[in-house]
């Protein structure tokens, strides 16, 4: 009976051997999810900058095309641009700030982006005369050359991950155009 | 007694297999995670593409408010056969075009990226007697795996002819 009993259980060898294999297996395992928070962490400080520069430029955009000069705003020191249009009151604060701990800083560089039209134009008195006739309605091509009507945004967040001494960058552009709203 | 023998080791092959399987599923977790950042990238690319192209049809706005009479001449052209003076004052215009715009790069992604007016047209309705302008600009780029990333921007306006006194 004795043997019988010996013969059918685990051996303390055999429970120590699988729970070291087991736990060897999970070595990696926890090793994937210490990797996988950090990306998580590194994933969620890149959305809230693109959500802070999208943010920015959006109020950027909203503001009279004359409100906001040609130039740097923001960047290191703090800047708030202020607009009081017909609409209402609108606010831009740039530079530093402190989101769920992590400093992020915003810049707005707007230039002046010459701009050429190419405009064909036609004789009205030709057009009255054949209007039917689209071929002879004395076309010609003109370039018009215009500066200060059409501005290029760029704004820019950096941020530094955890653990990280370089800066990370996130940058979104548009152009607005001195139009009648 | 010989069933009895035979069930030895049994715990070890067990765990093997588990081993085996956590293992799996451990290397298909990281492919997995491996594989979700360039979704995450493009997302953020799309973004960027809204933005130019919406940048566009402000230039393409302003050029209508400064030049109508011309734009309605080549409506109207292109309405009678003509349209070369249309695509002329439009897609063909070199200030609709930007190609290899960088101004946008961010740390993790830098793509060259091309505006493009797509097209500007008058839409009527006869029942309102209601007028408004078209325009359509397109902002694309090729990212690092060869997939052709493309997004377009819409705006609408409504138009009001009034004779110049």
């Known amino acids: 009976m004795k043997n ?20 060897s297996a999970f070595i990696p395992i926890i090793g994937v999810m210490g990797t996988s928070i950090k990306a998580t962490d590194k994933d969620d400080r890149t959305i ?15 503001f009279p095309f004359t409100s906001i000069s040609v130039g740097t705003h923001g960047g290191t020191t703090a800047k708030t641009l202020n607009s009081n249009a017909a609409a209402g009151s609108i606010n831009l604060v740039l530079g530093p700030e402190t989101i769920d701990g992590v400093q992020f800083t915003s810049q707005l560089d707007v230039s002046d982006v010459p701009v050429t039209f190419q405009v064909p134009t036609y004789d009205p008195f030709a057009k009255g005369e054949q209007p039917n006739t689209p071929a002879n309605w004395g076309w ?3 370039n018009i050359n215009f500066t200060n009507v059409y501005h290029k945004y760029v704004l820019t967040v950096t941020w530094q991950d955890k653990g990280s001494k370089t800066n990370k960058f996130y940058t979104l552009a548009s152009h607005k155009a001195k139009i009648r709203r | 007694m ?10 070890l092959l067990l765990a093997l297999v588990f081993a085996v399987v956590l293992l799996q599923m451990a290397i298909a977790y990281s492919s997995m995670t491996r594989g979700s950042k360039p979704q995450t990238v493009q997302i953020d690319e799309r973004i960027k593409l809204d933005y130019l192209a919406h940048g566009l049809t402000e230039l393409a706005l302003l050029k209508f408010q400064l030049y109508p009479a011309d734009f309605y001449a080549c ?17 063909n215009a070199p200030e609709f075009t930007i190609n290899n715009f960088t101004e946008s790069n961010s740390s993790f992604n830098a793509v060259p990226i091309n505006i493009q ?3 500007m047209a008058i839409l009527t309705n006869d029942k ?21 990333i493309a997004k377009e921007a819409v ?5 009001e002819r009034k004779l110049n006194k």
């Open chain 2, 155 to 159: 705006r609408l306006v409504s138009l």
């Open chain 2, 2 to 11: 010989k069933n009895n023998s035979n069930r030895r080791g049994v715990a």
């Open chain 2, 128 to 148: 309102w007697k209601t007028e408004a302008l078209f325009i359509q600009a397109g902002a694309a780029y090729t990212d690092q795996y060869g997939r052709n």
């Open chain 2, 75 to 91: 409506w109207e052209a292109a309405k009678k056969g003509q349209p070369q003076h249309l695509r002329s004052f439009t897609i």
């Open chain 1, 140 to 142: 010609s091509n003109q």
């Open chain 1, 4 to 23: 019988i009993n010996r013969s059918t259980g685990m051996t303390l060898t055999e429970v120590m051997l699988a729970m070291a294999l087991l736990a």
């Open chain 1, 48 to 62: 809230k900058a693109v959500n802070l520069c999208q943010e920015k430029l959006n109020r950027a955009l909203q």
């Open chain 2, 117 to 119: 007016l797509a097209s």
